[in-house]
C-alpha cells in the first residue's frame, strides 16, 4: 500500500478552488473549512511538511464519511478519501490504535470459535441492553454500549448467522451452475445482521438461471479495518478472500453490499498490487466482481413479472460505494421498475447517508445530523418503501428514519424483485 508521503504529488495538486466544499456531507453540516476535502489536504500538507498536529489532526482526518462527493466533483482528480485512508493508516502506525478497537476489530473481522460464541451469547441477552421497536424491525439500545453507543437503532444479529445456515453450508459447491459459474461474496452486514439480502439474492439469481456458489472460508472485505486505519489486518482479510475465491475459478462474483463490491474491485489493488506476487492475482478476482444490481441488469438483462403496480411507492437511496466508485445507478431504478411497486424519486437521492468512513462509531452524532437530512427528502418523497443496495445504508437510514418518526420501510433492492 502507497504510503502517505507518495501522495504528496497529488495533495500538492489542489489549487484550493473549493468545488468541493459544495458537496460535502460533514462540510455541510459542521461549516467548518477543517471538515472538506480541502481543509483535510490542508491538514495533511502540514503534516507531511513536519508539523506535529496530534488530536486535532485526527479528529478532521477521522471525521469524513469517505463519501468520494469531493474526488467525483474535484477538476483536478484529487482522489481525497484514498489519501484519508493512507493518513489514517499512517497514523495507527506511528501512534497505535486503542486497544479495545484493535482487539474489536480483529475479533469480527476474522473471527474465531471463541469470539462466535461471544457474540451468540451477547444475542441471547439482547432484552438486557437493548429494548424493541414498535415499527421498524430492529433493537434500540437501552445505554451507553461499547461500539453501539445508546439510543442507536440497530437490527437484530442474525442467528444464526447467514454463512452458519445449514441451508447455505450446503451451496459451498454446486453441481450444476446455470447460465455461468457464479460465486457470491457475502460481506459482515449480510452475515451478521441482514441475512434477508442474502437469502433474497440466491433467490432471484436462482430466478434467473444462475445456482450461486457461497464459498466458505470468507472473511470481510477488509474496508472496517482500513476505515479505522488498521492496514495489516485488512491486508490479511483481503488476502484469505482471494485464496478462497480463486480455487473455484469462478466467471463472475457477486456481492449485494456497495461498500464490499467498491473495496474488492478498487481497494484491494491498492492495498495488495505492491506486494510480491500479488498484481497478476489481484488483477483476475478484481476483474470479476460485480454488485448484483450491475449483474442482474448488464450480464443477464433481469426480468420481473408484469403487474400493476400496487405494492406502494418505492423510493431510492444511491449509496455512495455504488454510484461515485462503482458508477452504478441505473441498473438498480430498472429493477425497481421490474418490481411491483411504483416508482418515484427523491431530492438528492446520492446524497451521503453519513454511515461510511467510520464516522457512524466515531462521531455518531455528526453521522445522525448528516442522516437527517436524508431522512426529510425521503419522508417529502411521501415513499412506503425505501430501496437501496448496501446493507451499511439501510442500517443507517433505519437509524435516521426510527429517530425522524418517518414510517418507510428500508430495503435491498433485491427484497423487492
Ligand atoms: S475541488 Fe479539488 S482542487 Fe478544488 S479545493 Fe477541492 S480538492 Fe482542491
Ligand atoms: S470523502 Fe466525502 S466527507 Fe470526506 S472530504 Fe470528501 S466529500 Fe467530504
Partial sequence: MKELKDYREEIERCVRCGTCRSVCPTLDTVRRESHCARGRLTMIEAYLNGEELGERYLKYIKECTLCGACYTSCPNEINTPEIILSARAEYVKKKGMPAFTSFTLKSLLEPAPLTKLALKVAAKLKSLFFKSTPFESGLVSRFSLPVVGEGRLVPEPADPFFLDRAHIRRLAT???????????????????????????????????????????????????????????????????NIEVFEQYGFDRIVTSCATCGHTLKDIFKVVLSDEQGMKERVEAFTSKIMDITEFLVDELDYRGEKTDKRAGVVTYHDPCHLRRFQGISEQPRKLLEESPYEFRGMKNPCRCCGLGGGVSFTNYELSMKIAGRKAENIKKSGADVVATACPGCIVQLKDALYHHDVKARVVHVVELL
Fill in 174 to 240: 454446486r453441481e450444476d451452475y446455470g447460465r455461468m459459474k457464479v460465486g457470491f461474496f457475502v460481506g459482515c452486514g449480510v452475515n451478521y445482521l441482514l441475512p434477508s439480502i442474502g437469502e433474497h439474492t440466491i433467490r432471484v439469481l436462482e430466478k434467473a438461471g444462475i445456482n450461486v456458489a457461497v464459498p466458505q472460508g470468507q472473511v470481510c472485505c477488509g474496508i472496517p479495518a482500513l476505515s479505522m486505519g488498521d492496514s495489516e489486518t485488512a491486508k490479511r482479510v483481503m488476502m484469505k
